[in-house]
């Protein structure tokens, strides 16, 4: 164990493992969201305010880790997946704002989040995340980064008429090419992994309708349950595995 | 600001080249002057909503307000593979139908209010053509 001076990173290295559980919790965030709202009969507005509370606890719980434990972690990540979802549900939906209008916010948003986090902190670094100051920077630009996916991604698929799978293939590619670019021509390593986390929303969602969407619009018709289980037991295997293994925590830059 | 020409150009290349294959595919198929294809076969949809318009009538709003969550539940499970097809018209009906639920879903629900959304409801539904493959 690390001594108490030794300052501790509390989230996790970005790995494989790291892109496999986030990809698979967007793709719960958006079929929990669903199901909560209209499957239990809940409704938007309270769907919202119980996974908001909800999440404020996981994220009371998350703080007082104090270090990565994979469990409190990925609880937040899949609470936010689901709130970041629910708060552009919202907005379109109850209040009526439009896509673009909804993206537009977000951006600037996520980028005033950046600017007064790397005005306080002098760094963005998601490998430094050592006091609770920078965690709720991190929190909050999360957030922000789930909304904005899924705005944006939903702006492409209506704006253009595209289908999920059309779409998972054009945010793929970006990733693709953002990884070409971290990997071989110097993309710095901070600034690609927020561009690939705004992207992987907008993936995870068409991937996760490929599987659940009924075989008439080209789907495979698993049904949004069983999609959502799958998923779920695939996320608590993963995270299982990393804390019996004690993979992932990383204890200084 | 190299950093972020880059990053700009590494999302603008595969985007660009994801419109280019979708604009030749379309010239390919002569469906780009097709600009408003139709939602395809709603009459599961207007069954439903056919139902709930026969409970109100009876004066049973109870049972119109169970039947109409079917409807909801339908709807709901083909956003996805209905609304990329054609978003205004899906928007139109999706507006419709919050009308008629939350006409139902009042404490006390008003039989006029309840019919004139439900017709609503039905004349959106039954504006789409049938779908001609």
Same mark, same amino acid.
């Given at each position: ?27 719960? =965030? ?65 209040? =009526? ?63 253009? =008429? ?82 019996? =293994? ?8 | ?133």
């Amino acid at each position: 164990m690390p001594t108490s001076r030794t300052p501790i990173n509390r989230v996790p290295q970005v790995t494989v493992e790291f892109w496999l559980i986030k990809l698979m919790a967007v793709t719960m =965030g958006e079929t929990a969201a669903d199901f909560l709202a209209v499957n239990l009969g809940l409704g938007l507005t309270a769907t919202s305010l119980l996974m908001a509370s909800i999440l404020a606890g996981a994220l009371v719980l998350q703080f007082a880790q104090k270090r990565y434990v994979p469990w409190a972690y990925w609880l937040a990540v899949v609470l936010i997946s689901i709130v970041g979802t629910l708060v552009t549900d919202n907005l379109v939906d109850n209040l =009526g704002v439009s896509l673009l209008t909804t993206t537009i916010v977000f951006t600037v948003a996520l980028a005033a989040t950046f600017a007064v986090w790397f005005a306080y902190e002098k760094t963005l670094s998601i490998h430094a995340i050592f006091t609770a100051k920078r965690e709720a920077f991190y929190w909050l630009a999360i957030l922000f980064t789930f909304a904005l996916g899924t705005a944006a991604g939903d702006l492409v698929a209506e704006q253009f =008429g595209l289908g999920y799978l059309a779409t998972g293939v054009l945010f793929g590619m970006i990733i693709a090419s953002l990884a070409i670019g971290y990997f071989f021509l110097g993309l710095d390593a901070i600034l690609g992994f927020w561009l690939v986390y705004i992207f992987t929303r907008p993936l995870g969602a068409s991937f996760g309708d490929l599987l659940s969407q009924p075989a008439q619009y080209g789907g495979l018709g698993l049904g949004t349950t069983i999609t959502s289980l799958v998923f779920l037991g695939t996320i608590i295997a993963i995270i299982a595995w990393l804390t019996v =293994g004690r993979r992932g925590a990383v204890t200084a830059p | 600001m190299r950093q972020f020409l880059l990053a700009i150009v590494l999302i603008a290349m595969p985007v660009a080249a994801f419109s280019g294959f979708m604009i030749w595919q379309a010239k390919a198929s002569h469906t780009v002057d097709a600009p408003a294809a139709n939602l395809g076969d709603l009459s599961a949809f207007r069954i439903i909503v056919t139902d709930v318009q026969a409970l109100a009538a009876g004066g049973d709003l109870a049972a119109a307000k169970t039947r109409i969550r079917d409807f909801e539940l339908a709807w709901d499970d083909n956003e996805t593979g209905l609304k990329p097809i054609n978003p205004a018209e899906w928007h139109a009906i999706d507006d419709a139908a919050d009308a008629a639920l939350s006409a139902l879903r009042v404490s006390a629900p008003e039989p006029v209010r309840v019919n004139e959304t439900l017709s609503a409801l039905k004349t959106s539904l039954q504006n789409r053509a049938p779908v001609t493959p």
